[in-house]
């Protein structure tokens, strides 16, 4: 299944005629309960395995991604990438269009702050020649999970400037600004500033609706 994202609406929507996956829902003592679902369509979040490790650390640490993403260059051991993978990690997942075919991206909830009501994302394209929208239902299927199952206020992604044109999109439609550390992150033989973007709860309902429309 196609899936095409609009820049100028910030609205995602299918290619084809089909229903997103509903999650199970049970009233308890007149309460509902309805656990996030971890699909749309097409996409669905999967946990790490053990298994998983190898092509993910190959993944993270060769091609452009290597610069762009956690490690920034750097080729850490396998047991060290664990430990670093998992460290302060609240919720990650893999991405995949496809049971069959390997996953095409990581999403990752981490440093939780509970006492203040904050939490930060990161996400990073595992393929590189994946250039579907798929990406943007996996992050908004974390964000959904990580309200639905913690009493976060907001969640933060921080981006260094060279990574913003990413998320142009969607910065001032979805994304605040709220800081920016000036000439913060070094690399290519210059200083590069990192932008910290925000999330709100209260804004979450509107913009589920548009990016994961359950019709």
Not at 168 to 187: K, N
Not at 207 to 213: A, G, K, N, Q, T
Request: aromatic share 12%; glycine share 6%.
């Amino acid at each position: 299944m196609r899936l095409t994202f609009n820049p100028e609406s910030g609205e995602l929507s299918p290619l084809a005629d089909d229903r997103p996956t509903a999650s199970p829902i049970h009233e308890v003592n007149g309460k509902v309960f309805a656990p996030p679902a971890m699909s749309w369509r097409d996409v669905l979040l999967r946990p790490l395995r053990a298994s998983d490790y190898e092509y993910v650390q190959t993944a993270e640490t060769t091609g452009e991604l290597a610069a762009r993403w956690r490690f920034h260059g750097a080729t850490p051991g396998p047991q060290e990438w664990v430990e670093r993978t998992f460290a302060g990690v609240l919720a990650q997942y893999l991405v995949f269009t496809s049971p069959s075919a390997p996953p095409i991206g990581i999403v990752t909830a981490y440093e939780a702050h509970f006492e203040h009501g904050h939490a930060k994302l990161a996400a990073a394209r595992l393929a590189e020649d994946e250039r579907s929208p798929a990406m943007i239902v996996a992050v908004s299927l974390l964000i959904r999970h990580v309200f639905a199952c913690w009493n976060l206020r907001k969640l933060y992604m921080d981006v260094p400037e060279y990574n913003l044109a990413q998320f142009e999109s969607l910065i001032g439609r979805y994304f605040q600004e709220e800081g920016r550390l000036v000439d913060h992150v070094y690399f290519g033989g210059q200083y590069w500033d990192q932008v910290t973007l925000a999330l709100y709860r209260d804004a979450w309902p509107e913009i589920e609706r548009r990016i994961l429309p359950e019709a």
